[in-house]
């Protein structure tokens, strides 16, 4: 539901209309609404995609109803964390139902020096959980969300390690892999018909970027995620591989996220905007031998789906 802000001055007790706002540049929307004979600056509320759902920066998380048999099937509230639960629980419930959003302004909240988000020490341990919550259930997000809307869920190089609940995709015949075919000569699927598309250790392998990367667009839903790990040139993983064919670090992406990078290559057909885009090692091995990954979620641009963060022009 749509959230209405209010301000209340502490010396008078007066309750004021509070005119700040979030940066519209990361696609918060706002419109005036009468609640109560007042009239307040109303936060419309962004959808409930994967992406959004996965952040509590973008999640409609202040008001929340659901059922008592759903919030005992998932575990309900985690009592070991000291803030981020209700993110915590909204995932966890997103995964196994839908969300509705309630498009009227149902509550105000009123915003005071005492309020949790003012103290720097308690919203510092709150950024710090969120992306550690998104990480955990990114893609069982957006996994839950393709299901229920009757989308695909793709595994590309599904020869090894596929997840359960995705169809196998690799250029080989071989256990796990449902359609063989090289991505970048197309794959034989409507348009929009896939929510989610998981490409572990695949990226590298492809050396026609620009092909694989109009082809992934062509294939996602609006608002569907494109969720890649891929070694990155900062370290050696990239290169010692003999079977690697195509070389990435957080820069490449900007071609198919930023149209002040794209226009300088028209083949480029595709709009992403970036949902992680972030360099780390998966484990101390990893550190170990200098071997970091460059995680890249990416989401499709496609009939003005509206998620929260930058969206490069």
Known sequence: MNQGLAGRHDEANAIFRDESRFSEAHGWMYRDETVDGRTVLVSDAMEATPHNVSYIWYAPNHVRAFRRDLYEKVGGYDDTLTVADDH?????????????????????????????????????????LTVQLYDRN????????????????LDLGA??????????????????VDLVCDVSKGIDLPDGSVGMIRAVDFLEHVPDKIAVFNELYRLRAPGGLLLTLTPSTDGRGAFQDPTHLAFYNE?????????????????????????RLVTYYPSEWHRMNNICYVSANLIAIKDGTRNGGILAI
């Open 138 to 153: 990114v893609q069982l997000n957006a996994l839950a969300w393709a299901k229920r809307r009757g989308l695909l869920a």
């Open 88 to 128: 915590d629980l909204m995932c966890k419930l997103y995964q196994v139902t839908d969300f509705h959003h309630i498009r009227r302004c149902l509550y105000l909240q009123r915003i005071h020096r005492n309020n949790t988000q003012s103290e720097p020490e308690t919203n510092a341990r709150i950024q710090e």
């Open 251 to 275: 820069n490449s992406f900007w071609y198919v996220t930023d149209q002040n990078h794209a226009r300088f290559v028209p083949q480029i057909t595709c709009r992403f905007q970036a949902s």
């Open 159 to 176: 020869a090894h390690n596929k997840p359960e609940g995705y169809l196998g995709v690799d250029q080989y015949e071989q256990p796990g």
